[in-house]
Nanobody, 118 residues
Framework: QVQLVESGGGLVQAGGSLRLSCTASGSIFSIDVMGWYRQAPGKQRELVAVIRSDGITNYADSVKGRFTISRNNDNAKKTVVLQMNSLRPIDTAVYYC??????????WGQGTQVTVSS
């Protein structure tokens, strides 16, 4: 099992910044992809950004140039960080951390609310 603990959500004005962090613990061996998804009210959950163990990243078109994903592959824990700049009201959503292991097992965090006011 993998446990994911998220932090960093909150309320910010349009144009502001937030930093989301997610730490994975437990059976973290062979975690491959770490990333963030979001779900706005009445909408489907969508990919925001992911980063592979080799450092390759993928971003949703809507966040390219504004968000940056990074990760720390410490032996005892793995952390993925999403730096969000130039936030817009449309970025308002619950953000979920997600990890995918090489086995195919995947895990979700509990979600953290990000609210951007206009």
């Amino acid at each position: 099992q993998v446990q994911l603990v998220e932090s960093g959500g909150g309320l910010v004005q349009a144009g502001g910044s937030l930093r989301l962090s997610c730490t994975a613990s437990g059976s973290i061996f062979s975690i491959d992809v770490m990333g963030w998804y979001r779900q706005a009210p009445g909408k489907q959950r969508e990919l925001v950004a992911v980063i592979r163990s080799d450092g390759i990243t993928n971003y949703a078109d809507s966040v390219k140039g504004r968000f940056t994903i990074s990760r720390n592959n410490d032996n005892a824990k793995k952390t993925v960080v999403l730096q969000m700049n130039s936030l817009r009201p449309i970025d308002t959503a619950v953000y979920y951390c997600h990890v995918l292991k090489r086995s195919g097992d995947n895990y979700w965090g509990q979600g953290t609310q990000v609210t951007v006011s206009s």
